[in-house]
Every structure is written in C-alpha cells, then in structure tokens.
C-alpha cells in the first residue's frame, strides 16, 4: 500500500492490440497508486486503461483482449448517430463545414461543390449513397496526394494507398507495405489528416507503438500531441456518417 502523503504519479502511454483482424489503440494511464485495473470509453469512443505502475503489459494486454467485444460494443454506440439527409444539414469536410442543398433529380444522381454548399441532385432515397460516393472520391484524391508528399520525404516515394472505411480507426499499415486510409478523413482538417498519414508511415521503421515509435512521428510531424487530441475530440462528429 501507499502512504498518506505519497506523491502521485502517473504515466500515460499508448497501448496497441490487434484481435481478429481488427487493431485497437489504447490510453494507458499507470499510476503509483493504483492496485487494480480499470478500463473506460469515452464520449469520442477512446479508450482507457487505468494500471497500476509496475503490471507487466502482458498482462494489461490480456485483461484487455478479454474485455474485447465490451469495449466493441460500447465504441459504436458512442457512434451511434442518425444523420438526417435534408436541406441545410452540415457536412464536416476538410475542418470546415458545408450545407447540404437539395436539387431536384435530373437523371442520374449528381453531387458537386458549389461554394460553401454541397449541391445534390437526386431523389430523397438516393442522397445518402450520392453524397458518400462523392466525399469517398474526393478522399482518394486528397489522402494519395498527402500520402506521397510526406513518404517522399522519407525516401519512399510510391507507397500503395488503400481506402478504408472501418468504423473505429483512422489508418493502419500492412504487413505488405500497404497504407490504409479511412476516408473520413476528408471531414478533419489538413493538420489532422497530415498526423494520421505520418503516424502510418512511421510504422515503416517501428511496427509497434514504443517510445521509439513516438520519436519517429515527431520527427515526421513534430505537433502530432497537440493535433492528436484534436483528432480524439473532433472524431465522433467526423465518425456521424
């Protein structure tokens, strides 16, 4: 036990796990005054783990595989929202804001840019697959672009990209050397997606989340702290459709 008057400390960490197919990134909080572990999700769906200072991670990382379908669950309902597709809704993109402006179909449905407004033609039953079309083209574009101008900084010139739209996370890195993007990005600001993009290629030189790992990302994008927590607070609204 601690004594009466001992100064807390706590260290904060990042946590990695990856269960069937899927990768989890974990808050790691340990604290000299904790004898027991406790896990918590946030209103944004990041997740907590409180540990004691000394516990092997080996064993914080079984206690989490073990809460794995828990802390699943209680994530997508954090992300739970009905969007509803009518005049004037606001649509995040790249920081910012649109409206939605409803036009009457013409054929096909069609869906393009028109000052701060996002002007669909189509019927009531096919916004919603319109709108996601566009924002997923618009984020092939935007994400290949920012993607290559940060690998050729680090001699590596050609990384393949592959589109994600996974509920729960924002990129990983294949075995294989493929980058994967979810498209959502396009709603965060350019900052936001600049952090993901260097954070994946930082994996090229450690395929862990180490104290190494973290010296790579700064070296790439040295205000990954500051924007990483504005990504962890924006991202629910980012994650509503």
């Known amino acids: 036990m601690f004594r009466r008057g001992t100064r807390r400390v706590i260290k904060e960490s990042c946590l990695r796990l990856e269960r069937e197919g899927e990768a989890l990134e974990c808050t790691l909080r340990r604290s000299n005054r904790r004898r027991s572990l406790a896990l918590r999700v946030d209103a944004q769906g990041g997740v907590v783990v409180n540990a004691p200072m000394t516990m092997p991670e080996a064993q914080i990382q079984g206690f989490v595989g073990r ?128 952090y993901v993009v260097c954070h994946e290629l930082a994996h090229f030189r450690q395929r862990n989340h180490s104290p190494a790992f973290w010296r790579e990302v700064e070296t790439l994008f040295p205000q990954w702290a500051t924007v990483r927590r504005s990504l962890r607070e924006n991202g629910r609204r980012y994650f509503e459709f």
């Open 67 to 194: 809460h794995w379908h828990w802390i699943r669950d209680k994530r997508q309902q954090s992300l739970v929202h009905a969007m509803a597709w009518r005049e004037g809704a606001r649509l995040p993109y790249l920081g910012g804001e649109l409206r939605l402006a409803l036009h009457p179909p013409a054929g096909r449905p069609r869906v393009w840019l028109e000052g701060d407004s996002l002007c669909c033609a189509a019927q009531p039953a096919q916004v919603e697959a319109a709108v996601l079309a566009w924002y997923q083209g618009q984020a092939r574009t935007l994400l290949a672009e920012r993607l290559e101008s940060h690998a050729s900084r680090i001699g590596r010139a050609g990384v393949p990209l592959r589109l994600s739209g996974a509920r729960t996370r924002w990129g990983s890195l294949s075995p294989k050397g493929v980058v994967s993007l979810n498209w959502r990005l396009l709603k965060a600001s350019q900052a936001e997606i600049d």
